[in-house]
């Protein structure tokens, strides 16, 4: 089984910065996608940042310029740096890791327990 662990998330002003941090744990044999999805009160779960295991990286179109999503493949991480944080950013923030473990090579996705984040105006 692989754990993701999420933490960084919190309160911020309009304009402030946070950076998330999710850790992979467990029989990991390894782990190709880590993301990031997003859902606010009464919206559909959105995908906002994705990495490859090479380094690709993937934006939605709302959060580009403002947010980077980078990768530490030693320790199995994956970060979320949000800057120019807006009202609308507001969500809850899941992390996401497609890998796979030595018990079953087939790749499977394992989900954080999400993290709160919340932008005042």
């Known amino acids: 089984q692989v754990q993701l662990v999420e933490s960084g998330g919190g309160l911020v002003q309009a304009g402030g910065s946070l950076r998330l941090s999710c850790a992979a744990s467990?029989?990991?044999?390894?782990?190709?996608?880590m993301g990031w999805y997003r859902q606010a009160p009464g919206k559909q779960r959105e995908l906002v940042a994705f990495?490859?295991?090479?380094?690709?990286?993937n934006y939605e179109n709302s959060v580009k310029g403002r947010f980077t999503i980078s990768r530490d493949n030693a320790k199995n991480t994956v970060y979320l740096q949000m800057y120019s944080l807006k009202p609308e950013d507001t969500a809850v923030y899941s992390c996401?890791?497609?890998?796979?473990?030595?018990?079953?090579?087939?790749?499977?996705?394992?989900w954080g327990q999400g993290t709160q984040v919340t932008v005042s105006s």
């Open positions: 467990g029989s990991i044999f390894s782990i190709n996608v």
């Open positions: 990495i490859t295991s090479g380094g690709y990286t």
């Open positions: 996401y890791a497609d890998g796979s473990t030595y018990n079953s090579r087939s790749y499977s996705r394992y």
